[in-house]
């Protein structure tokens, strides 16, 4: 089955920097390719997603990478703010089989002011 | 108002004991799933269901149950608790790729 790895598991950056977060999967198959956040006490929320017909995807501050070759994609925040405080997680999954998501475990960002 | 509602939100219970979480979304969506989340551990799905009457086991399975007989209800059943299934729960649904979560369940089992 598939098996996603994410890295690192806790990330400190200053207001304003840029934070980058990395994820492989195992499974050749899977096309689908979310991120989630997060915050203290809340539900997990999609902030974005690529899917593997497509290489990069950005949304205001935030982008996804994909390189399906390497099998790995990574996330970047860029002009990081506190609100952006939170655990990301990553996830995969095959449209095949939309029902089965695979999360990775999980970085928690602190940004300090 | 769109929504996945989940109940109870907190439970603390003993060893054994039967009880069931409830999940109920009224958006329409074919696809449900419960999650539980444990520090250092991510999200790992439960169970999942594609449609009414169709449901398949997740990564970590064993323990629960589940069952699908309405489009929009989706209860995570516990026959015999315990304790390593102190967990946040939570359950989602889809209409095919973006996962809406409820608000949690956090259960406790002593």
């Known amino acids: 089955g598939e098996n996603v790895e994410q890295h690192p598991s806790t990330l400190s950056v200053q207001e304003g920097d840029s934070a980058v977060i990395k994820c492989t999967y195992s499974?050749?198959?899977?096309?689908?390719f979310p991120w989630y956040k997060q915050e203290l006490g809340k539900r997990p929320q999609l902030i974005i997603d690529?899917?593997?017909?497509?290489g990069e995807k950005k949304d205001q501050r935030i982008a996804v990478t994909l390189n399906k070759t390497a099998k790995h994609f990574s996330l970047h925040i860029t002009e990081t703010q506190p609100e952006d405080s939170a655990v990301y997680f990553c996830?995969?999954?095959?449209?095949?089989?939309?029902?089965?998501?695979?999360f990775g475990a999980g970085t928690q960002v602190v940004v300090t002011p | 108002e769109a929504q996945v509602t989940q109940n109870p939100r907190y439970l603390i219970t003993v060893t054994g004991k039967k009880l069931t979480v409830t999940c109920s979304q009224n958006?329409?969506?074919?696809?449900m799933s419960w999650y539980r989340q444990d520090p250092g551990l991510g999200l790992r799905q439960i169970y999942y269901?594609?449609?009414?009457?169709?449901?398949d086991k997740g990564d970590v399975p064993e323990g629960y149950k589940v069952s699908r007989k309405e489009k929009r209800n989706f209860p995570l059943i516990l026959e015999s608790p315990s304790p390593n299934q102190t967990s946040l729960y939570f359950c989602a649904s889809s209409p095919g790729a973006e996962q809406y979560f409820g608000p949690g369940t956090r259960l406790t089992v002593t």
């Open positions: 958006m329409n969506h074919e696809y």
């Open positions: 996830a995969a999954s095959s449209g095949d089989s939309w029902g089965k998501l695979q």
């Open positions: 499974d050749s198959a899977s096309n689908y």
């Open positions: 690529i899917r593997s017909n497509v």
């Open positions: 269901s594609m449609n009414v009457e169709v449901t």
